[in-house]
């Protein structure tokens, strides 16, 4: 940063403070976010799942698999219950007669499966889309091949960074059993609260239409090769009849909960393995820094604008 402006020239001025003016908003929307994140952590009360209400929670307990879809890291084949995977081709480019390395994204993917979390013996399904993670853990190893055909284990440490290596690989995970803090949407439904037995009997009519010839082989009773009207009301009532058992075995399955992003924008979505504590620490100290930037840039503006004027 330029102390002294009045040897500056107009054009050095302008580019100058354009650019603190710039950090200085920046500084000053961290604090903003980091200072409401903090907010809503402090003002909402950590809730149990056996007694939560409906809207937003925060709740604190353990993740775990779902029993029947586990969740492999596309990369490190590492069972998780989130990943974030992203491999880069490295690209030498010399400038005046100096070579720098540039790390190109060539693939990257977020998970967006579904997982448990589990508070003693009450457990709910967490949709991680769109959720602002905190403190996964972090792979990182290198290869010569597009894909790596060697994978890599949090324990491990054998893959070493090579010179020669041109790709790197990196992922992020949420392990199983980790300790998990979550603040989101809670909602509880069943799977007859779903669907309307109208619409049921919409969807089902409509899979009767894409198979027309089996459409044809159930109802044309006069097998004249069509549906007229009076075939078609009966086609209708078989569907209406078959949309109320469905309906019907639909009200015996068992109620689901689950933790998604708040359909209100003001409101943050957080899965974080920090523990509460720690994360309200995080936030508040990152916000403070912040604050104290701002302050220091607002200032040198106010001074560069008065000494330059």
Excluded at 90 to 119: A, G, M, P
Excluded at 124 to 141: M, N
Excluded at 149 to 167: A, C, F, K, W
Excluded at 174 to 185: A, E, N, S, T
Aim: aromatic share 12%; with cysteine; glycine share 4%.
């Amino acid at each position: 940063m330029v102390i002294f402006s009045s040897s500056l020239t107009h054009e050095e001025y302008e580019f100058i403070l354009m650019g603190v003016i710039l950090i200085d908003l920046i500084s000053f929307y961290s604090f903003f976010k980091n200072w409401k994140r903090l907010r809503f952590i402090e003002d909402t009360p950590t809730a149990r799942l056996r007694s939560s209400h409906q809207g937003y929670v925060e709740i604190e307990g353990k993740g775990a698999m779902i029993a029947d879809k586990p969740i492999y890291a596309p990369l490190s084949n590492h069972p998780c219950l989130w990943y974030r995977s992203q491999i880069e081709c490295k690209e030498i480019l010399i400038e005046k007669e100096q070579s720098q390395i540039h790390w190109n994204v060539i693939y990257s993917n977020i998970s967006r499966h579904s997982f448990k979390l589990t508070d003693g013996s009450t457990s709910c399904f967490v949709d991680p889309d769109s959720a602002e993670i905190q403190g996964e853990e972090k792979l990182v190893w290198y290869g010569n091949t597009e894909w790596p055909n060697q994978t890599q284990i949090l324990e491990s440490q054998s893959v070493l960074h090579s010179n020669n290596n041109r790709y790197r690989y990196s992922e992020s995970l949420i392990l199983p059993g980790q300790p998990l803090y979550v603040l989101g949407q809670f909602s509880t439904s069943s799977a007859a609260s779903q669907y309307s037995i109208r619409e049921i009997m919409s969807d089902l009519i409509l899979d009767w239409k894409k198979d027309s010839q089996h459409l044809l082989k159930r109802f044309d009773t006069n097998k004249d090769g069509q549906i007229d009207q009076q075939e078609w009301e009966f086609a209708r009532h078989i569907a209406s009849t078959e949309s109320q058992q469905i309906y019907q075995q639909r009200l015996l399955e068992p109620e689901q909960n689950i933790i998604t992003k708040p359909k209100d924008k003001r409101y943050p979505f957080i899965i974080s393995v920090y523990s509460q504590t720690s994360l309200r620490q995080k936030y508040r100290r990152t916000a403070y820094l912040s604050l104290l930037v701002c302050l220091i840039l607002t200032g040198y503006i106010i001074w560069l604008t008065h000494t330059h004027g």
